[in-house]
């Protein structure tokens, strides 16, 4: 099982990255997926999520609403976080993560995480 993240950079304030997520060794549509992030010194949380197909729909934090958004495209078992009108306090290490849940028996994978630094 593998979550590789990419897309990490520097950026400015203002600015705008795409991170992806690309999966492999498991069956991708069973999923959820989720971006978490943890800033430095702070514990991680969950920016957006995104249900397996069928019943997809969205969830964000609301320090992201309106300005990140979730997707995934099924076909390449990749998950994506487009995020625009970064903020410094968007800095942290963003890790996606893969939940399944079966007769309350928790299934779940990280990646190994890509840094965001949002900074001018």
């Known amino acids: 099982v593998q979550l590789v993240e990419s897309g990490g950079a520097l950026v400015q304030p203002g600015g705008s990255l795409r991170l992806s997520c690309a999966a492999s060794?498991?069956?991708?549509?069973?999923?959820?997926m989720n971006w978490y992030r943890q800033a430095l010194g702070k514990e991680r949380e969950l920016v957006a999520a995104v249900t397996r197909p069928g019943g997809s729909s969205t969830n964000y934090a609301d320090s992201v609403k309106g300005r990140f958004t979730i997707s995934r495209d099924n076909a390449k078992n990749t998950v994506y976080l487009q995020m625009n009108s970064l903020k410094p306090e968007d800095t942290a290490v963003y890790y996606c993560n893969a939940l399944r849940t079966v007769y309350g028996v928790k299934y779940e994978y990280w990646g190994q995480g890509t840094q965001v630094t949002v900074s001018s």
């Open positions: 060794g498991f069956t991708f549509t069973w999923y959820d």
